[in-house]
């Protein structure tokens, strides 16, 4: 909940991408950083977006595509890929972007959902609606690896530094 409360207020005071430090694109995958959050993240067509968001060494996947819920509320998710299929929770919460309002669901990571995703081509997300029907999102996940190695590594590097530069002796100098 408290990754989602900064990302709410990350996007609310940035209204664009262009404000964020070091993007780089990796295939069809993009790495960022932004006051100590990392994100890697991808989106399909434009329509809808999957990604992760790494603060405070907690990270969580997100996963909008357009349908609105209730804030706080828990949905399920069916995630497949090329080596099966799992369920997951999420809970959706409004985040305020340049363009408005939209609804994001968060789910944690674990080992073997973050090896299923390093492991297939694509990714779908089948989302049920009320009337018994699923919406389905697919996402390539052509440079998901290397944009996932980059934000883990970059976060890695910049906690070692405020470590570095924090500890007793780092800010004397020799005399």
């Known amino acids: 909940m408290r990754l989602a409360l900064i990302v709410l207020a990350w996007l609310v005071f940035l209204p664009s991408s262009v404000l964020a430090e070091d993007r780089v694109e990796?295939?069809?995958?993009?790495?960022?950083?932004?006051e100590g959050m990392g994100?890697?993240?991808t989106h399909e067509n434009g329509l809808s977006t999957f990604g992760i968001l790494c603060a405070d060494g907690n990270c969580r996947y997100y996963f909008a595509n357009g349908i609105n819920c209730e804030p706080s509320?828990?949905?399920?998710?069916?995630?497949?890929?090329?080596?099966g299929a799992v369920s997951?929770?999420?809970?959706c919460e409004p985040?305020?972007?340049?363009?408005?309002?939209?609804?994001?669901?968060w789910f944690n990571e674990s080992d073997a959902i973050n090896q299923a995703f390093q492991k297939t081509t694509v990714v779908g997300f089948a989302f049920p609606l009320s009337d018994g029907k699923f919406k389905?999102?697919?996402?390539?996940?052509?440079g998901?690896?290397?944009a996932l190695d980059r934000m883990v590594s970059g976060l890695r590097d910049?906690?070692?530094?405020?470590?570095?530069?924090?500890?007793p002796g780092a800010s004397q100098g020799r005399t």
């Open 158 to 167: 910049k906690r070692e530094r405020q470590k570095d530069q924090s500890s």
């Open 26 to 34: 990796h295939g069809d995958w993009y790495s960022q950083f932004l």
């Open 39 to 41: 994100e890697a993240g």
């Open 95 to 105: 985040v305020s972007t340049a363009n408005g309002d939209i609804m994001v669901y």
């Open 136 to 142: 389905v999102n697919k996402f390539s996940m052509d």
């Open 73 to 83: 509320s828990n949905y399920p998710l069916m995630i497949t890929t090329e080596g």
């Open 88 to 91: 997951v929770e999420s809970v």
């Open 144 to 146: 998901f690896k290397a």
